[in-house]
């Protein structure tokens, strides 16, 4: 097949056996994705900040939808996640999922929402599970966040974990360097991802993590992992989509594959629209009404 070539569409046999793609009567769960880790499936996951686009990603396929707290970076104009509210994620995570029928639709825990205790966690998901209705959340942290996992899980949140890079800790970072260099840290890391899966967390996400040690994390583990800038032998792979879509201006992260230019894309729309309209040929006959 030449790059051309329209992917085909899934046949029925094979929309019951694999994760990716087709349409089902009901949404992709964690179980879905557990016995996807078993058969040895990868599966794939973009973020989602409203019901356009979670639509979109929605009919081509993607198992699973995020509505990261990236909408801070990449969509509400903020240059970190820090500044993102309990409020702005339970109006875009409700917006995706009106938008969907089938993916699983993750929301970020926002810095602030859970830290405090696993009370407050536990007040938070229930908010963004009740009033925007996702089917999951997600949180950052390993070993220091496992007791929240823990009671989210007992209660009935589906839990996917963030360890490696949690860009929540921008500021005691530093920035956005890699994470488990070192013997040290590539235990600490082995650690956190060890008691998230204990603590009941359905899948963790690795960010930022050298290849080899998020390898030896998915072998270990039972649940999937989902990496982001931790190479190719995680379970699954996600990307902010409008870095995959090349809607982000300037640099963007290594492990970003842009899939297109849409912001090119747009902006010559826009220029075309504006020439149009100076030149008095929009709206033409065919545009108006008589």
Wanted: charge should be negative; aromatic fraction near 6%.
């Amino acid at each position: 097949m030449n790059a051309s070539s329209p992917t085909p569409a899934p046949t029925q046999a094979s929309t019951t056996a694999t994760l990716y793609g087709g349409v089902t009567n009901r949404r992709v769960t964690v179980r879905d994705l557990a016995a996807a880790k078993q058969r040895g499936e990868k599966w794939s996951m973009l973020t989602a900040y409203d019901a356009l686009t979670g639509g979109v990603f929605d009919e081509a396929g993607i198992p699973v939808l995020l509505v990261g707290d990236s909408a801070g970076n990449c969509h509400l104009g903020y240059e970190t996640t820090v500044p993102v509210t309990m409020d702005q994620m339970v109006m875009l995570s409700a917006a995706v999922v009106r938008g969907t029928r089938r993916a699983m639709i993750v929301a970020d825990m926002p810095f602030g929402s859970y830290q405090e205790s696993p009370a407050q966690a536990m007040h938070n998901a229930a908010r963004l599970m009740k009033e925007a209705g996702v089917g999951a959340v997600k949180l950052e942290g390993g070993e220091r966040s496992a007791r929240s996992i823990e009671l989210l899980v007992e209660a009935g949140v589906p839990v996917m974990a963030h360890i490696g890079l949690t860009p929540q800790s921008v500021h005691a970072f530093g920035g956005y360097p890699v994470q488990g260099r070192g013997d040290e840290a590539a235990h600490q890391l082995l650690r956190d991802a060890k008691a998230v899966q204990q603590a009941g967390a359905f899948s963790v996400v690795l960010e930022a993590v050298p290849a080899e040690l998020a390898k030896q994390v998915t072998e270990q583990l039972a649940i999937p992992t989902v990496g982001i800038g931790a190479g190719v032998d995680t379970d699954a792979q996600v990307l902010v989509w409008t870095d995959m879509a090349g809607m982000t201006a300037g640099r963007v992260p290594k492990f970003v594959k842009q899939y297109a230019n849409l912001r090119a894309v747009l902006g010559d729309a826009a220029r075309e629209f504006a020439a149009d309209v100076s030149a008095g040929s929009f709206p033409a006959p065919e545009h108006t009404f008589k």
